[in-house]
């Protein structure tokens, strides 16, 4: 069996704040990246993800823990030293260069022959669609352009890992949505390892093999993108992946796989997915994504279904908004609980009565595998 391409072994990292404390940016990390995988971490703005990359380039060091790359302990190893390269948001190109002036200049640096940096940095821009542009300065390219110079220039090394921090934040949106497709045909095609950084979701859900959720310094969940979505093992981690609805309650019962939960100041019982080892009595929430959940005239219309007589609600259309591929729908449970639900539009028409409006009284429809039962952070 082939050793990780990159390993974390209970690593923290502390920074001293100007109060005297101290902060735990990092707090107890493992986690192991396969080689050849398209890895992310993801998560909001000082959850420690980019000061994990940051500590596997070198950059900084582990308060205490080991980083491994290649079953090598890098200990204090320097960045030039380590078999990886890092891609940043700027892209940190020399603007007085031409563009294979640029993606040659590691390869120079390493007195490498030049017969062999003329083939290197040619192959490099092949890879990078840039074959006929390595004559031009960087501020003759786009944005989108400039971003694929610095992947060159990181590639032609030929790291073991190449690690990316937010590379394609400076793009509008368009053109990231692009870039996006465009990276992870570019690993698949050269086979490295790649560890991205994003606080991105939709960013890593598109490209990544697997994602490590990070809050507060530490890693929550770590699983392939579907497992992330549809599977989430905590609160935090439904909340940030996507939208989602939640009800807050209490479990009364447990049915094999399934929890019985009373949420709070509705009376009813919703029958949903139990997340974790759960108990009567137990405070939790229930995640249900709003394109999972359904509107329907007649509950009569689940005669068959195993649990036809769980989690059909009365429910009043107070907002919809129409949007295109879908329309989003604002209806109340009870008295006062808000659910959003996304019915795609899938027929071709322009009656307005086909269309939920704001008034309707309606029932809903939870299916017992999407209202997922987790435990109360």
């Not at 640029?102 to 890879?127: C, D, T, Y």
Request: net charge negative.
């Amino acid at each position: 069996m082939s050793l990780p391409a990159v390993e974390l072994r209970d690593v923290v990292k502390v920074f001293p704040n100007p109060d005297g404390g101290v902060v735990n940016a990092v707090n107890h990390v493992s986690l192991q990246i396969q080689n050849g995988e398209f890895f992310s971490l993801l998560g909001p703005s000082g959850c420690g993800k980019t000061t994990s990359l940051r500590m596997i380039a070198g950059f900084e060091w582990p308060t205490s823990g080991e980083i491994l790359i290649k079953g090598e302990v890098m200990g204090h190893t320097p960045p030039f030293h380590r078999p990886a390269n890092t891609v940043f948001q700027s892209y940190a190109l020399f603007q007085h260069m031409t563009i294979a002036q640029n993606v040659a200049f590691g390869l120079e640096m390493e007195h490498l022959p030049k017969s062999e940096i003329e083939l290197r940095v040619e192959q490099a821009l092949a890879m990078v669609q840039l074959t006929m542009m390595d004559l031009r300065k960087p501020k003759q390219l786009s944005g989108g352009q400039q971003q694929r110079v610095a992947l060159a220039r990181a590639l032609v090394k030929r790291p073991a890992v190449l690690l990316l921090d937010e590379p394609l934040g400076a793009l509008d949106l368009k053109l990231r949505k692009e870039m996006q497709l465009e990276l992870k045909a570019l690993q698949e095609q050269v086979g490295i390892t790649f560890v991205y950084v994003t606080h991105d979701q939709g960013e890593a859900l598109t490209m990544s093999d697997r994602i490590a959720v990070m809050n507060r310094g530490q890693i929550l969940q770590i699983g392939s993108p579907v497992e992330i979505y549809e599977r989430p093992n905590c609160r935090f981690v439904a909340d940030f992946i996507g939208e989602t609805n939640f009800l807050a309650g209490m479990v009364i019962g447990l049915d094999g796989e399934h929890a019985v939960v009373q949420p709070d100041g509705l009376g009813i019982t919703v029958l949903g997915l139990a997340q974790g080892d759960l108990k009567p009595g137990q405070r939790v929430v229930i995640s249900a994504r709003p394109e999972k959940i359904r509107l329907e005239q007649a509950p009569e219309l689940k005669v068959g279904d195993a649990h036809s007589h769980k989690n059909i609600f009365p429910v009043r259309v107070i907002n919809t908004a129409y949007v295109g591929s879908d329309t989003r729908i604002i209806a109340i449970l009870g008295l006062e609980h808000r659910l959003i639900i996304w019915e795609q539009n899938n027929k071709s028409i322009l009656d307005p009565t086909e269309f939920y409006a704001q008034g309707d009284e309606t029932f809903l429809y939870i299916p017992p595998e999407n209202a997922l039962v987790l435990a109360e952070d």
